[in-house]
């Protein structure tokens, strides 16, 4: 068990931005709303799934919307604490634990605001293992842990609670709902039993986070090379190191999507690169050769400070070094793959592990 | 006490015809399904709110959805069965009887399925007196009744339940889901105790319906006149007798919005009529003023055999005769025309009773 502190969540959330892989939402304000609740609420208790009877209710709480949305409407905990309450309320039971859905942007921080606020403790855990933008991709999804019951609600009093026909149902009324209230909502879904988390949980994703994170401000403090302090801290790979030349991006109300250009710099001098996002950043092409896609992570990192950005922040000048990060072995199985591979999102490639493209290369 | 059997449901189908002023679904879809549940699982019972304590739970169902679209998707009782269960599950409570949110079109005899099927007993009652077209247009509001926790269904297996902020954000997110669920769905809503139904309630309304259709059905055995009939039946008026010679409509998914106009006939002749309606007939104007308008109810009936005719069936050619029934006294209170009244619909006139223009003539 970890005690996390108001001041923990610095590192937990700069590490989130580095598994968020660009999306899940600007880690800034969850982490300023999750400061502010453990300031006024008390530190959160971070545990391993052991620390769970088997039947005991664990609660994912997410947030749901695009990040360029959420950078205007604000993250609030009242909405949180009603969709948890009303997810209690309609199962009939008491969530034992909370989770984070994601290890990535918002959402890693997110679930700290209504621990803190409710004395539950906080799994040590997330279902990806990463950031990805469509609710079924999760571990859960591969499990059979289905998102419904699900609930949502916004900052306005408006709680809807959901048993829908099958997942992508789910995802379409979630978009619906979502852009009805405003553009972005809080989720209390993908509820489990701690025997089901113990299947679909990438555990101890969070202090993973919160140990490259820290990795990254060690670096920073002792004026060494923020990025391979990260892609130590990480296992990753630094694959590209460039200028942004060029953004092009569309955002639908839940998607940002986008194709980043990036100039050579360094040793990569006249070499150009195209990473390509939907929220998250999702593949990472250079002169004609794929160098990385989903599952593996794929960080867009400040070339000077290590600074993780989203593809929101991702803008024409920027000097940036790209690392890899080999995803979860749960994320390369064939059925993981059909759920979030590279062709699930429109490119046409097959997987190949990052540590495989890079020993061809 | 008033027991209910499948050949009753034709009258009452024909004076829900009657008192759903044009709106409220096809009436002839409802009535298919009650007859056919009401033979396969037994008669119902249509009680006076006498027939409860006061502390017990009353719900309406009903269907929510443009007409023009429930005559394409056809209604189906698992669904109202799916949103009444899960409004039962959210209060954690059990009706004890049901009711018709409106005694008009299809509303007044859906209700009839789910008491069939389930065995409990069916309120003689509405919350109208009549049809409306939106959700907050009820006697409820008027008495603080709140529509939420709103249950909506579809026949896929969607099932949602809201806790909204406002009047206006449930109907607002009932439209929105309705649209999602393909422009109709069963609703569970407005449900109150047998003590706050007799504050809110239009009492006997179910049983008027069954006599006005009753009556129409007995003037044509009789070779009688049928619109004479129902006008005695309902205690309305015979404001104009016409034949249809355009009608301009628009459908916006939940609305039908138009006008229908009616060059006079017989003792009408030379004259012309617009009668206006969204869902609903709403007013009727004739050579520059104003013969009738909402709350009070426009019936339009065929001319020769009295059959009431929908804004959806109303097309060029046919021969009508337009028909004014004064609404109860509780819409004619202030409150009531501000939720109700002619300018609530934009249209630029006053509410007069029907009985003092009639007299003004």
Redesign the interface.
């Known amino acids: 068990m970890n005690t996390i502190a108001e001041h923990d969540m610095e590192a937990i959330a700069a590490g989130s931005a580095i598994y968020g892989t660009g999306g899940g939402g600007d880690p800034y304000l969850g982490k300023l709303l999750a400061m502010r609740t453990i300031r006024e609420h008390g530190p959160v208790q971070l545990v391993d799934l052991d620390h769970f009877d088997d039947d005991d209710l664990i609660v994912p709480i997410a947030m749901v919307g695009s990040p360029s949305v959420i950078l205007e409407k604000l993250p609030q905990v009242e909405p949180m604490l009603a969709a948890l309450a ?1 997810l209690e ?2 199962l009939g039971k008491r969530a034992k634990g909370l989770m984070s859905i994601e290890v990535g942007g918002i959402n890693s921080t997110i679930p700290f605001c209504v621990a803190s606020r409710l004395g539950l403790p906080l799994v040590d855990g997330d279902t990806m293992g990463r950031a990805f933008p469509e609710l079924p991709m999760t571990l859960c999804t591969l499990h059979g842990i289905l998102p419904w019951p699900l609930c949502i609600a916004d900052e ?10 099958d997942i992508h ?1 789910a995802e ?2 979630v978009r ?2 979502t852009m ?1 209230m405003g553009g972005a909502a809080c989720l209390a879904l993908y509820s489990m039993s701690a025997a089901q988390a113990r299947k679909a949980l990438v555990p101890r994703s969070i202090s993973a986070a919160r140990d490259a994170g820290q990795a990254l401000f060690d670096a920073r403090r002792q004026h060494a090379d923020p990025v391979g302090a990260v892609v130590r801290a990480t296992g990753g790979y630094l694959l590209f190191k460039g200028k942004v030349s060029d953004v092009s991006r569309t955002v639908d109300g839940r998607f940002s999507f986008g194709l980043a250009s990036v100039q050579g710099l360094d040793d990569c001098a006249g070499r150009q690169a195209g990473l390509r996002f939907q929220n998250e950043f999702l593949m990472l092409e250079s002169d004609g050769a794929v160098l990385c896609t989903t599952p593996d992570l794929i960080v867009l990192l400040d070339l000077e400070s290590g600074e993780p950005i989203t593809a929101e922040q991702t803008r024409f000048g920027l000097r940036v070094a790209i690392v890899a990060i080999p995803c979860v072995a749960a994320w390369r199985t064939q059925a993981a793959l059909a759920l979030v591979g590279p062709r699930k999102f429109g490119y046409a490639c097959d997987y190949v592990a990052v540590e495989q493209r890079v020993l061809e290369r």
């Open positions: 009303a309320r309609h306005k009093g408006n709680v809807f609670t959901a048993e829908v026909a149902a379409q009324y619906t709902i009805e």
